[in-house]
């Protein structure tokens, strides 16, 4: 078999590795859509529809609050909805850090591509793609780690609105009450949703625009169980009680599931990153001998192999481990 041959077999099983995983991903990613289509349905015929206090006018101003960009639906789909253009206010109120990071990976990927033999337009568009595809996980990281602060410190936001409502408080002043003595992101939720009632908002919608954003399974839970005490009445103070309770016996649990899988997550880590700890050693110690791999086209097509089947085991063994608590 020629060497042109062999190159075209490799980015040939390369394009099918990667195009195996992306398939499976977006099944999955479908699936999901789907469920979340589902329970958002149910919800809608739950709550009432939209509130007629608010005059279109108003409806174009809200919709104008951010920057033509954050509003773009490409960038919504690339940084996970709702939850991650609001992360992207946030990146833009503190941008250093972000920029340095994405910045610093462009140039590492610049760097790399130098010993790759990569034309300088080949190598500006990779290091481009790969400076979006960072910036968005970074976005996508950075809402993650906002849900689960957000999921432990919902139990305690909702012990207070047990003792206010109890106490014979209503439960708009008693949200209000949540946002000024807990921290973001719950504080903040919370204060958004008291501001947004005092203004006129029926409480009911302002949480549903919480839960839209936030998109957490027991913050709808909550919502819901407000509005269908609203409708029907009911011993609030109860129900909140016991989805309080529920929500700490499922951290609880995924504590356990967490500390279980320990073992499973670090041995995933060094099998991860043993091939470059390996390959940086030997960059090291003798340094000709990595430089058929950068040197010939057989060497390049091996290692953005060995790079894809790595990126692929890393993908399955981190969905492996993965613990959800929501």
């Given at each position: 078999m020629s060497d042109d041959a062999l190159s075209m077999a490799?980015?040939?099983?390369?394009?099918?590795t990667a195009g195996a995983v992306l398939a499976a991903w977006g099944v999955?990613?479908?699936a999901r859509r789907l469920r979340l289509r589902r329970r958002v349905a149910q919800l809608q015929r739950t709550w009432c529809s939209e509130p007629s206090f608010v005059r279109p006018k108003r409806r174009r101003t809200l919709a104008k609050e951010d920057p033509r960009w954050i509003r773009s639906p490409l960038l919504r789909r690339l940084v996970g909805?709702?939850?991650g253009a609001a992360e992207c206010r946030d990146v833009l109120r503190q941008p250093l850090r972000p920029v340095l990071m994405t910045g610093g990976v462009v140039g590492l990927t610049l760097v790399f591509a130098g010993p790759a033999n990569l034309p300088p337009l080949t190598a500006t568009v990779t290091a481009l793609a790969v400076g979006i595809g960072f910036g968005a996980a970074l976005v996508r990281a950075r809402v993650r780690r906002r849900r689960v602060r957000f999921l432990h410190?919902?139990?305690e936001a909702i012990g207070i609105l047990v003792r206010a409502v109890r106490a014979g408080v209503p439960v708009s002043e008693a949200m209000g009450e949540v946002g000024r003595e807990l921290p973001p992101p719950v504080g903040e939720t919370f204060r958004h949703v008291h501001e947004r009632v005092s203004l006129g908002e029926p409480l009911d919608h302002a949480l549903r625009r919480a839960a839209a954003r936030i998109r957490l399974a027991e913050l709808n839970f909550l919502c819901v169980t407000v509005a269908v005490q609203q409708e029907t009445g009911?011993?609030?103070a109860a129900v909140l009680t016991e989805l309080e309770q529920s929500i700490r016996r499922r951290l609880a649990i995924a504590s356990k599931a967490r500390a279980a899988s320990s073992e499973a997550r670090a041995s995933a880590a060094i099998m991860a990153l043993l091939p470059f700890v390996a390959g940086?050693?030997?960059?090291?110690?003798?340094p000709g001998y990595l430089e058929p791999l950068w040197a010939q086209t057989e060497g390049r097509a091996l290692v953005g192999l060995a790079l894809g089947l790595l990126g692929t085991g890393a993908f399955v063994m981190s969905r492996m481990v993965r613990v959800r608590a929501s």
């Open positions: 490799l980015a040939l099983v390369l394009l099918l999955v990613s479908l909805g709702d939850a410190q919902l139990p009911g011993n609030l940086g050693g030997l960059a090291v110690l003798a």
